[in-house]
C-alpha cells in the first residue's frame, strides 16, 4: 500500500548546524505539503510543492520536490531553538489520496 | 486568519462510554477532517465530513464507531462511540479554506484518555 517514509525519525543538531529531512512516496505524487508540530502543539501548514523539480524558500527554509514527484526535502540552515519540532511532509497520490509522512523530530541543542 | 476551535481540549472517559467531539471555523470552509495522533506517531486519517452526506472513511475506520456530523460549512463533530483504553489518542480537525486546495489548517486538537 501506500506509504510516505520519512528519514532520519529523530535528529538532535547543535544550534547554528544545518538540518535536512528526506520524504519518500512508493508511490508519484500529485502535490506534497510540509507542516511543523511543536511539542504539545498541532500541525503548522509551511508551504506546498507542486511542480516537478520546485524548490521554494522561507527565509532559512529551503523546500525541494524531486524530479519524479516521489520524493521532497526540507533544508533548515543555521538551526534555532525556535526550529524544535516534528516536521511532517504530506501528499496527494494521483489517485487523490491523502497520506502524512512519518515525521522527523528535531532537537536543536543549545 | 481563521480561528479553528475544538471541544473538548481533553477529557478522561470511562471505557464503553461515547465521547463528541466538536470543531468549529469563523470563516466558511470547503474540507473538514478528522484524524487521529498518538503520542509521538504521525496522523492518521480517520475520515471527510462532508456537508449535507455522509463522511467518507478511511480504511480501517467505521461510522458505527465514528459517527461523524457535518451541518454546515463552519461546523463539524467526531463521536467516539463505545470507548476502549486503545482509542487514547489526540483527535485533531482540519480544514480546507475555498480555493486553497490541499493545505490543511489544523484545530488544537482533543486529547482523549480512556480508563
Known amino acids: 500500500g501506500q506509504q510516505v517514509m520519512q528519514i532520519p525519525q529523530y535528529q538532535h543538531v547543535q544550534e547554528g548546524e544545518d538540518f535536512t529531512t528526506y520524504c519518500n512516496s512508493s508511490?508519484?505524487?500529485?502535490?506534497i505539503q510540509w507542516y511543523k508540530q511543536r511539542p504539545g502543539g498541532h500541525p503548522v501548514f509551511l508551504i506546498q510543492l507542486v511542480k516537478s523539480g520546485e524548490v521554494k524558500k522561507q527565509k532559512r527554509l529551503t523546500f525541494q520536490f524531486g524530479e519524479a514527484k516521489k520524493n521532497s526535502s526540507l533544508h533548515i540552515t543555521a538551526t534555532q531553538t525556535t526550529d524544535v519540532g516534528t516536521y511532517f511532509c504530506?501528499?496527494?497520490?494521483?489517485?487523490?489520496?491523502?497520506?502524512f509522512g512519518t515525521g522527523t523530530s528535531l532537537t536543536v541543542i543549545p | 486568519s481563521a480561528v479553528i476551535s475544538q471541544k473538548p481540549s481533553r477529557d478522561i472517559c470511562q471505557r464503553g462510554t461515547s465521547l463528541t467531539i466538536q470543531c468549529q471555523v469563523d470563516s466558511q470552509v470547503t474540507m473538514m477532517f478528522w484524524y487521529r495522533q498518538q503520542p509521538g506517531q504521525s496522523l492518521t486519517l480517520i475520515a471527510t465530513a462532508n456537508q449535507g452526506s455522509e463522511a467518507t472513511y478511511e480504511s480501517g475506520f467505521v461510522i458505527d464507531k465514528f459517527p461523524i456530523s457535518r451541518p454546515n460549512l463552519t461546523f463539524s463533530t467526531l463521536t467516539v462511540s463505545n470507548m476502549s483504553p486503545e482509542d487514547s489518542s489526540i483527535y485533531l480537525c482540519s480544514v480546507e479554506f475555498p480555493g486553497i486546495y490541499y493545505e490543511q489548517y489544523f484545530g488544537p486538537g482533543t486529547r482523549l484518555t480512556v480508563t
Open positions: 504530506a501528499g496527494t497520490n494521483t489517485g487523490n489520496q491523502f497520506y
Open positions: 508511490t508519484t505524487l500529485s502535490n
